[in-house]
């Protein structure tokens, strides 16, 4: 088995929904607060570091990008939520954007949410769960930046899933991620090709 998706390319930056791509396929969407890895995910995913934008600043990621995968799919890079530079003109744009992007989209299949494994989730996480409960869109949860934790932090992750987001671990599918780690990267890539099949 491949570890990783072998061709990707990007296709377009979205400011409006409108603006979709007209050629629709399934999309894989990737959420999570700004800088938690989103970006760097789907470069891993399509083992390409250069084909999302990535940075150590928060806030890179601006608008929706589809990167259109194997001429099959997409996956879809969202910007990062609870950077509070985005408050104001820009914030609006932004929550609108995402809302609808939410609303009615048959072709989502797979909302991937993204949590930091070193942290407690923060009230801003807690928000967006609980909205993306109320979609009922499928998700999975990836714990990132995993080379970054040592033994007991590790041991930790759980418990602050259950702390935080009242997430047990036998309900909902928790994948554990690294940007550089093939055979995490691997898991993750076989779960998505299961629900693209599906
Ligand atoms: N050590 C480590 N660093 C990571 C990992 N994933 C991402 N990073 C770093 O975290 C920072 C943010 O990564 P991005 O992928 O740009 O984060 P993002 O979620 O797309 O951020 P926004 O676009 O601002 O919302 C960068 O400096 C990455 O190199 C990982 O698995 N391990
Ligand atoms: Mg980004």
Same mark, same amino acid.
Request: charged share 30%.
């Given at each position: 088995?491949?570890?990783?998706?072998?061709?990707?390319?990007?296709?377009?930056?979205?400011?409006?929904?409108?603006?979709?791509?007209?050629?629709?396929?399934?999309?894989?969407?990737?959420?999570?607060?700004?800088?938690?890895?989103?970006?760097?995910?789907?470069?891993?995913?399509?083992?390409?570091? @250069?084909?999302?934008?990535?940075?150590?600043?928060?806030?890179?990621?601006?608008?929706?990008?589809?990167?259109?995968?194997?001429?099959?799919?997409?996956?879809?890079?969202?910007?990062?939520?609870?950077?509070?530079?985005?408050?104001? @003109?820009?914030?609006?744009?932004?929550?609108?954007?995402?809302?609808?992007?939410? @609303?009615?989209?048959?072709?989502?299949?797979?909302?991937? $949410?993204?949590?930091?494994?070193?942290?407690?989730?923060?009230?801003?996480?807690?928000?967006?769960?609980? $909205?993306?409960?109320?979609?009922?869109?499928?998700?999975?949860?990836?714990?990132?930046?995993?080379?970054?934790?040592?033994?007991?932090?590790?041991?930790?992750?759980?418990?602050?899933?259950?702390?935080?987001?009242?997430?047990? @671990?036998?309900?909902?599918?928790?994948?554990?991620?690294?940007?550089?780690?093939?055979?995490?990267?691997?898991?993750?890539?076989?779960?998505?090709?299961?629900?693209?099949?599906?």
């Amino acid at each position: 088995m491949e570890n990783y998706f072998k061709k990707a390319s990007f296709i377009k930056t979205v400011v409006d929904k409108k603006e979709i791509p007209s050629d629709r396929k399934k999309e894989i969407l990737f959420v999570g607060k700004s800088n938690v890895g989103k970006s760097t995910l789907i470069n891993s995913l399509v083992n390409n570091r @250069k084909l999302a934008k990535t940075s150590s600043h928060p806030g890179h990621t601006k608008y929706l990008n589809y990167y259109l995968v194997e001429d099959k799919f997409y996956l879809v890079d969202c910007p990062g939520y609870g950077f509070s530079e985005k408050r104001g @003109k820009d914030y609006k744009i932004y929550a609108n954007l995402v809302e609808d992007y939410f @609303k009615d989209n048959e072709y989502l299949k797979l909302v991937v $949410f993204l949590l930091d494994s070193r942290h407690l989730p923060t009230d801003d996480d807690l928000d967006f769960y609980q $909205f993306l409960l109320s979609t009922n869109y499928n998700f999975v949860i990836c714990m990132t930046k995993c080379d970054k934790l040592n033994m007991s932090m590790k041991a930790k992750i759980n418990k602050n899933l259950k702390e935080k987001l009242n997430i047990n @671990k036998d309900e909902v599918k928790i994948f554990l991620t690294s940007n550089d780690d093939a055979r995490l990267i691997g898991n993750l890539k076989a779960y998505i090709e299961t629900v693209l099949e599906g």
